[in-house]
T-cell receptor, first 115, second 114 residues
Framework: GAGVSQTPSNKVTEKGKYVELRCDPISGHTALYWYRQSLGQGPEFLIYFQGTGAADDSGLPNDRFFAVRPEGSVSTLKIQRTERGDSAVYLC?????????????FGPGTRLTVL | QKEVEQDPGPLSVPEGAIVSLNCTYSNSAFQYFMWYRQYSRKGPELLMYTYSSGNKEDGRFTAQVDKSSKYISLFIRDSQPSDSATYLCAMREDSGGSNYKLTFGKGTLLTVNP
């Protein structure tokens, strides 16, 4: 079946603007994660959803960042008043829930550039 | 000090070489240890995972975990040009069966030259 998809693949915006990044997880996956990957770095955790609720948002850098998953499937990461330091690749991952280990499947990412 | 340290390289080897990649970590609560491969402008894809200490082999790839030293390794035998990518180590705590966040290393950029 289809993997995790993310739209747009690239987003260029100006400092101070608002952006929304979308993630479509693999069908049936109840867990969804957002990570941010800056140039030359590994992905860094932002937020984790179990179903519709944010189970852990400890990685969100500040209150300009917000994410939702209203129906337990598609998720949107929202960034207000963008800053140049927000430029990065935003990765989404999804997995099954349940006992033991469950692989996180990653999407291709959205490359955000803030001018 | 970051929770997970990984030498970013770059690492360049001839085709057929044995490649050794490694990470160290500081959080003794980490129980799951993973290696991801990431091609340019793509998302990471899981290569292997290991629970707690020990070795795991899958074809040309072998993962080793030494929890006493807080050190993990990935070995690639008979490396191929198609192995050229960034290799990321990742770890997470054992949260009692529920999913939880991954902590990644910086990634090591590997080039295998034909």
């Amino acid at each position: 079946g289809a993997g995790v998809s993310q739209t747009p693949s690239n987003k260029v915006t100006e400092k101070g603007k608002y952006v929304e990044l979308r993630c479509d997880p693999i069908s049936g996956h109840t867990a969804l994660y957002w990570y941010r990957q800056s140039l030359g770095q590994g992905p860094e955790f932002l937020i984790y959803f179990q179903g519709t609720g944010a189970a852990d948002d400890s990685g969100l850098p500040n209150d300009r960042f917000f994410a939702v998953r209203p129906e337990g499937s598609v998720s949107t990461l929202k960034i207000q008043r963008t800053e140049r330091g927000d430029s990065a690749v935003y990765l989404c991952a999804s997995s099954f829930s349940g006992s033991s280990y469950n692989e996180q499947f990653f999407g291709p990412g959205t490359r955000l550039t803030v001018l | 000090q970051k929770e997970v340290e990984q030498d970013p390289g770059p690492l360049s080897v001839p085709e057929g070489a044995i490649v050794s990649l490694n990470c160290t970590y500081s959080n003794s609560a980490f129980q799951y240890f993973m290696w991801y491969r990431q091609y340019s402008r793509k998302g990471p894809e899981l290569l292997m995972y290991t629970y707690s200490s020990g070795n795991k082999e899958d074809g040309r790839f072998t993962a080793q975990v030494d929890k006493s030293s807080k050190y993990i390794s990935l070995f690639i035998r008979d490396s191929q040009p198609s192995d050229s990518a960034t290799y990321l180590c990742a770890m997470r705590e054992d949260s009692g069966g529920s999913n939880y966040k991954l902590t990644f290393g910086k990634g090591t950029l590997l080039t295998v030259n034909p």
